[in-house]
């Protein structure tokens, strides 16, 4: 299934909203939207996760970028990953450098 993001902006946080599969094919698009939130001057990513389907290693590489880009000071949040998304962020080690929630 083809990933479709979309993000909203509300005061100090960035809302991405991720359905479909996160993988090589679709990362740019993820990119491009970590971009606006950094342009935004966001304090907070949430990045709703409730319909992400599949994460590929390109999209662990995407949760990197985010990290980086945004910088430490911005909180990130993955909120509602499934079991096998959420298995795979843990399983990398990434759990230390975001939140993860089954909001």
Do not use: N, W
Request: with cysteine; charged share 15%; hydrophobic share 45%.
């Amino acid at each position: 299934m083809p990933l479709s993001v979309s993000v909203s902006t509300s005061r100090d946080t960035a809302t991405i909203e991720l359905v479909g599969e996160l993988d090589a094919a679709s990362a740019p698009a993820f990119h491009d939207t970590i971009e606006q939130a950094a342009a935004a001057g966001v304090s907070t990513v949430l990045i709703r996760a409730h319909a992400l389907t599949y994460l590929a290693s390109a999209g662990l590489r995407s949760l990197v970028f985010a990290r980086q880009k945004m910088g430490d000071q911005v909180t990130i949040t993955v909120a509602g990953a499934c079991a096998p998304v959420a298995r795979t962020i843990r399983q990398a080690g990434f759990d230390r450098g975001l939140t993860l929630t089954e909001e």
